[in-house]
């Protein structure tokens, strides 16, 4: 059973940063990763990394999204610059492992123009 608990969102204004932590309890985490769902819309893939670091961005971010992790401290990070209106929205942390699929809560960002 894996537990994922996330941290950092907030409200900023446009051009500015965030950074969303998630920490993850539990073994055999491979891959983690971040989506997002803003109102009426649909859930979308945001960024994903592997135990390795090898990295995935939608294209959306690319460019102003960077996720990180710590494999020793089983935590996950999304470093968000040049945010815009549209990045509004609930960020979900996830992770893949032995059992299955895990969300976290999610997390609130809201953008002002």
């Known amino acids: 059973q894996v537990q994922l608990v996330e941290s950092g969102g907030g409200l900023v204004q446009a051009g500015g940063s965030l950074t969303l932590s998630c920490a993850a309890s539990g073994s055999g985490i491979t891959i983690m990763g971040w989506y997002r769902q803003a109102p009426r819309k649909q859930r979308e893939l945001v960024a994903t990394i592997t135990r390795g670091s090898s990295t995935n961005y939608a294209d959306s971010v690319k460019g102003r999204f960077t996720t990180s992790r710590d494999n020793a401290k089983n935590t996950v990070y999304l470093q968000m610059n040049s945010l815009k209106p549209e990045d509004t929205a609930v960020y979900y942390c996830?992770?893949?492992?032995?059992?299955?699929?895990?969300w976290g809560q999610g997390t609130q960002v809201t953008v002002s123009s």
């Open positions: 996830t992770a893949n492992a032995r059992g299955g699929s895990y």
